[in-house]
């Protein structure tokens, strides 16, 4: 990891334990096992205000740029909702792609998938909106 550890802005912090809280008697087993990983990585995160936050960090609602082992680059949004959906280059947190990166920075790589059919990738640009939003669709 570029920072040591992963990093969440505050308010991502407590928007995201909000997101588990209402997730957590969810009964589709692939959200489930993302609601776990995201529960995870947000207990052992550091926990920063957001003028201490690195832009290179994702967050909610970073734009994220990627790239697959076999050189592929793709570019989504990662969105707080359970509505990501790549065809409109959005991912959400409560996915197992979305859970991976957030708290992460530019330059980390990730390994996704399962032992028969594991991708690789390296987050290779982060842009944030800094956009505020006051409701979230969960």
């Known amino acids: 990891m570029k920072y040591g550890s992963l990093i969440m802005e505050k308010k991502d912090y407590l928007?995201?334990?909000r997101i588990l809280n209402f997730h957590r008697y969810y009964e589709d087993y692939a959200h489930k096992d993302a609601l776990e990983q995201l529960g995870e990585r947000i207990d052992r995160a550091l926990v920063e205000d957001e003028?201490?936050?690195p832009?290179?960090?994702v967050r909610l609602n970073s734009k994220v740029m990627v790239e697959f082992a076999q050189g592929v680059q793709q570019t989504f949004q990662l969105v707080p909702s359970t509505r990501g959906d790549l065809k409109k280059s959005t991912v959400s947190v409560v996915s197992t792609l979305g859970a991976s990166l957030?708290?992460?920075a530019e330059?980390?790589?990730i390994q996704l998938g399962f032992p028969s059919d594991v991708q690789s990738f390296k987050i290779i640009g982060v842009e944030q909106s800094h956009q505020l939003s006051s409701s979230f669709d969960f």
């Open 107 to 109: 330059g980390d790589q």
């Open 15 to 17: 928007t995201l334990k």
């Open 51 to 53: 003028l201490d936050m």
């Open 55 to 57: 832009d290179d960090v």
């Open 102 to 104: 957030v708290g992460l």
